[in-house]
């Protein structure tokens, strides 16, 4: 499948442009980024040079991603939604020195308008809510939102919420089974990481 570049976008030719990959109106991608297969970069999208994108990732309008940051396959990620990538940004100088790495693992999905701030990890088939500020690693399968953005559920790989089947195992190797409320698939979370996110919404609600 062929590449297809809009007129108006500035692609590099230094940049890797996997096939099938479709780059929109007024889109940036700077030099070495790496962008693989039947990707979508909608209009005024900004890529940073460096950047490493997976296949089938899709970046809705105005999303910017800067250097340091890595999206794994089928990541998406909604309108305006914005990754740093320095903790003490001046001004001055910059150099690789103050550089701070991030990365959304397969098939998480970043809602519109939203944060993510370095040094984070996203997990796989995670969900961040439009409009949330995330300042710490996300798990495999969870739901988070807010400002900063804290775990609300889990949900399954088609997007939709996961219910309680019950507890798997026993010590640190225990995990809860959760199954899909829309597509019936089951899946699991440590239950560790189960146990304090209902622990942390009891505390809320009282």
Known sequence: MAVKIHPTADVSDKAKIGDGTSIWHQAQVRENAVLGERCNISKGVYIDFGVKIGSGVKL???????????LEDDVFVGPGATFTNDLYPRAATWGDDRLVKTLVKKGASIGANSTIICGTTIGQYATVG??????????????????????????????????EMGKKGA???????????????????????????????????E
């Open 60 to 70: 809705q309008n105005y999303v910017s991603v800067y250097h340091g940051v890595t």
């Open 130 to 163: 439009a409009g949330s500020v995330v300042t710490k690693d996300v798990p495999d399968h969870a739901l988070v939102f807010g400002s900063p953005a804290k775990i609300k559920g889990f949900v399954c790989e088609c997007g939709f919420p996961g219910e």
């Open 171 to 205: 010590g640190g190797g225990a995990k809860m089974l959760m199954k899909c409320a829309k597509c019936g698939k089951e899946f699991e979370v440590p239950y560790d990481i189960y146990r304090q996110a209902k622990k942390k919404a009891k505390q809320e609600k």
